[in-house]
């Protein structure tokens, strides 16, 4: 392979923002060896995001001198900068503001933000351009640009603003946003972040530290009984905790409700070395914000969670990739990670156990299907965030081709009391079926939006009631339950019981544990074009069925909406009824799987686009 | 133990087939000669199982599965003509002809027929735009969704030997693998952009000429729609003078050196138009080099006189 490199300089300031990550370049300026390229091409994403985040974009000479320093084909480092929504590939204003406009912030008045920002602060950033051949996109001047959900929907409408800094990025999160909070907030100034509605019926276990104590201190973590559960799981052993885990029946958390105790077996018992676990903190679902929470106000729980499982699973390495648009719950976990370190909770040896384990923090850059187990893999591997086929599942072949464990954030916390208490105590609360509590992410048209924590079995009318109910005398129109790959369902659904099996029996899922809540003044129509909208930006683009699906999705309901319809409703209504079981059966991943679900049931159980046909 | 030949049965449409293990679905169906459409698929590179249009009916697995990766084993049974896998492979079909140029994707028309896919359904195709290559991932605006969203685009043209026309392009991955570890090791292009954007890019766009590409033509041999294409056969497509009816195809060896690659040459009026080689072949696996693939023109330069038929002296 004879490389040939982009003809372009990268500035000083290029090339000190890709040394960060890779360190200072040989003398003979040489390039790597094709078994060292292999290794440093994990590197990749991080250093195109040192590039972005210090330099504003990824330039031509910028991306050149990334790819010489990784010896990699300029061609392969341009189609990974080029899959990522956080990677600008055109020059851009230094401070960007990145205004939500999902679903939660739609009904909170995003579209009247967006339009205040666009009278003062100039346009909103072109997605669609046309550049010469060989030449970067042109350069943006806006200020501004729309984004999908940031995990920050109880205080919508939100806003992340990012600051291209040489000295290290700045970058904030926040709710309520206004022109105003984020003009101050481009301008340099801290947002305060108010803090998130914390609240539970029955035992407070996922959320018994969040919220309560300092999540930078280990030795406030400590006095909460923190490590606990990895000193049990030192004296039961890693069969001793891989069966606590099974017998606990507890599934993941994070939408596919695998049972995790299998999971960890498996990984266990793989004869390849080595092995892995991965924390999958990557939470993009709209209306989801749960992980963001444990991570922010319990990284060290979120770390113990992740050694015991590298324990059980007889891994020496875990990854945690974090979304890139979470930088509180970065700097939370960058902390974090040190002060494990330094007390010996993590690396060689741990608590004297003749155990070595040690995590990497990696950032995502705006990609939900990285969310998606293999494309997260392929993601840190520094490939594009394309999903594998499965089998074979990760397990056998995961990251790096090895055995792996890759689990949700709360999933990996609910394993931290299975193993302290044992299986039996878990199952005090919940459902025989689902046992345990688990955490939902309220928010919409309700009186206290924020994260619960309920034991599973509870009702759907118990939570909209700890939540507040629905404010201003306004009557329920619908839920969307389980995220935008999840359903809608009716105000006639109330006693639907919130458990896996309840969730099945109702025909639909608690996915990702959104219950996104819409008042009787909520237009449904322009919300599903948001979520077929979201679908189509989020497709990786790998298969047929979902690449151009979502598409053609996006455009019946925008006929629909638009009364230009193709055929009569009737024929309408066939279309996407045919198109949706395509994407469900033929599509390779669960984002094509799922892009029509909530749209079908919507479409199913009321009625948002007006019947006459034009 | 060893694998013996014959050591997978599974049911495909109720009739036992024996495969070999490491056999993919694919392989029983063929096994059992049922004829299974296949777009991304090649044999002489890896499955990507992206166009999904070989899809097909696997007891207890909760999606289809595709046939031309997922790997036989004992005891399944495969329904390769149920109603599922219909309308799937229709709407691939449908999806991809609303999208893309499918007109010289040569088993595209029967297969339409074949399945009832009418592409129209989702309405006329859009007009061309050139915007594609610097989108960027993500948020995206959508237009009047009166037209159907497409691949049209205009064609590629920096250099004497082939040609890239897009608006062709079913994103295979074909061209890529070839152009990379399945053959050439060039890795001068990539897919880049996300979702409907996704696009067969060298970095930036660079022109090819400007780029690692060493035109072996390999990209243009693996591509099955005709986007990457010989300059003159879209010369003479553009110009209207393509004719099959008129053209000779010979399998040759390559004069130039000797590895002996076997060529396929097709003409036309005396003239090259096209350089392939057997995918099969035990030589090249359907690769070839740039003298093999390009390097032919001097044979027109000496081509027999049209009015006489003798060769030139
Ligand atoms: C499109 C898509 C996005 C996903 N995003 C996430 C995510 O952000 N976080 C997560 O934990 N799981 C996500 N998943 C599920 C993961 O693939 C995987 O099932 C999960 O991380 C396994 O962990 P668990 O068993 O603890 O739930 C996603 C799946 C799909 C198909
Ligand atoms: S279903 Fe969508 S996201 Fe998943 S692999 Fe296919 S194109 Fe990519
Ligand atoms: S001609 Fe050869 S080197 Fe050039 S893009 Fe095609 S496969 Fe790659
Ligand atoms: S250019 Fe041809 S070979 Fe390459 S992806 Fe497109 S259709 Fe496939
Ligand atoms: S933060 Fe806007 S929808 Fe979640
Ligand atoms: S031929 Fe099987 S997915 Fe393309």
Known sequence: ?614 | MSAQPGDIELQVDGRTVRVTSGATLLDACRAAAIDTPTFCWAENLTPVNVCRICVVELAGARTLVPACSRKAEAGMQVLTDSARVRTSRKLVLELLGSSVDMSLASDFAPLCKRYGAQPERFGPRDTPSDHRDASHAGHHELGNADKAASMAQSVKIDNDLFVRDYSRCMLCYKCVEACGSDAQHTFAIGVAGRGFDARISTELDTPLSDSACVFCGNCVGACPTGALMFKSEHDLRAAGEWDESKQSVTDTICPYCGVGCTLTLRVQANRIVRVTSPSDNSVTAGHLCVKGRFGTAFVADRAPDSGTGQPPT
């Open chain 1, 1 to 614: 392979m004879d490389l040939r490199p982009i003809p372009v300089d990268p500035s000083d300031e290029e090339r000190r923002a890709v040394d960060s990550v890779l360190g200072a370049p040989p003398a003979d300026r040489a390039q790597p060896a094709p078994e060292t390229a292999r290794v440093l091409r994990t590197q990749l994403l991080p250093t195109l995001l040192a590039l972005q985040n210090r330099v504003g974009w990824v330039s031509p000479g910028g991306l050149g001198y990334a790819c010489s320093r990784l010896g990699l084909p300029p061609a392969e480092g341009y189609a990974v900068a080029s899959f990522y929504a956080l990677i600008s590939l055109g020059e851009r204003e230094r401070s960007f503001a990145h205004v939500c406009d999902d679903i939660a912030c739609q009904v909170a008045g995003a579209p009247a933000l967006c339009a205040q920002l666009e009278r003062e602060l100039g346009p909103a950033f072109q997605p669609s351009h046309r550049a010469e051949p060989g030449q970067a996109r042109p350069p943006s001047k806006a200020h501004w640009g729309h984004s999908p959900c940031l995990g920050l929907c109880e205080q919508a409408p939100a806003a992340l603003v990012t600051s291209a800094r040489t000295d290290g990025p700045r970058a904030q999160a926040f709710g309520s946003a206004s022109c105003a909070s984020i003009w101050r907030a481009l301008a340099g100034d801290e947002i305060q972040p108010r803090p998130v509605h914390l609240d539970s019926s029955g035992p407070r276990r996922l959320l018994a530290r969040a919220g309560r104590i300092d999540p930078t201190s280990i030795d406030a973590y400590l006095a909460q009984g923190g490590f606990a559960a990895l000193r049990r799981a030192f004296e039961i052993g890693a069969e001793g905790v891989q069966r606590e885990i099974t017998a606990s029946k507890l599934v993941g958390r994070g939408g596919a409700a695998f049972p995790t105790g299998r999971k960890w077996e498996a990984v266990a018992r793989a004869a390849a070395e080595p092995h892995f676990v991965v924390c999958n903190a990557d939470e993009s679902e709209p209306g989801t914000f749960k992980d963001r929470v444990l991570l922010e106000a319990d990284p060290f729980a979120v770390l113990e969670a992740m050694v015991v499982a590298g324990f059980a699973t007889k891994a020496g390495r875990g990854y945690l990739y974090l979304r890139g648009e979470y930088p509180r719950a970065a700097a939370h976990l960058e902390l974090a990670l040190v002060k494990a370190r330094e007390r010996g909770y993590l690396g060689r040896n741990i608590l004297d156990r003749g155990f070595d384990f040690d995590i990497e923090l990696r950032r995502g850059a705006g990609a939900y299907i990285c969310g998606e187990e293999t494309a997260l893999f392929a993601s840190i591997e520094g490939y594009r965030g394309e999903p594998r086929t499965k089998p074979p599942f990760p397990v056998e072949s995961g990251l790096f081709g090895k055995p792996t464990a890759v689990n949700n954030v709360e999933t990996l916390v609910a394993a931290l009391d299975i193993v302290r208490d044992g299986a039996a105590a878990y199952a005090a609360v919940g459902t025989a079926g689902s046992p345990g509590t688990k955490l939902f992410c309220v928010s919409g048209n309700i009186a206290r939006p924020g994260v619960y924590e309920v034991p599973f079995g509870t009702k759907l009318r118990a939570l909209l009631g700890l939540a507040g109910g629905i404010p201003g005398g306004r009557k329920l129109q619908a839920i969307l339950l389980g995220g935008a790959a999840g359903s809608f369902v009716g105000a006639n659904q109330l006693d639907l019981e919130l458990s896996f099996e309840g969730a099945r029996q109702a025909s639909a899922t608690l996915g990702s544990g959104v219950v996104f809540v819409l008042d009787d003044s909520v237009e449904l129509a322009p919300l599903l074009q948001r979520i077929a909208a979201f679908f189509r930006d989020e497709s990786c683009g790998q298969c047929v069925p979902c690449r151009v699906g979502t598409v053609r999705q996006e455009e019946l309901l925008g006929r629909l909406t638009r009364g230009i319809s193709l055929g009569s409703f009737e024929q309408e209504g066939n279309l996407f009824a045919e198109l949706s079981q395509a994407m469900r059966d033929a599509s390779i991943c669960g984002l094509g799987q799922t892009a029509s679900s909530a749209i079908e049931s919507a479409l199913k159980l009321f009625q948002p686009f007006s019947r006459k046909t034009p």
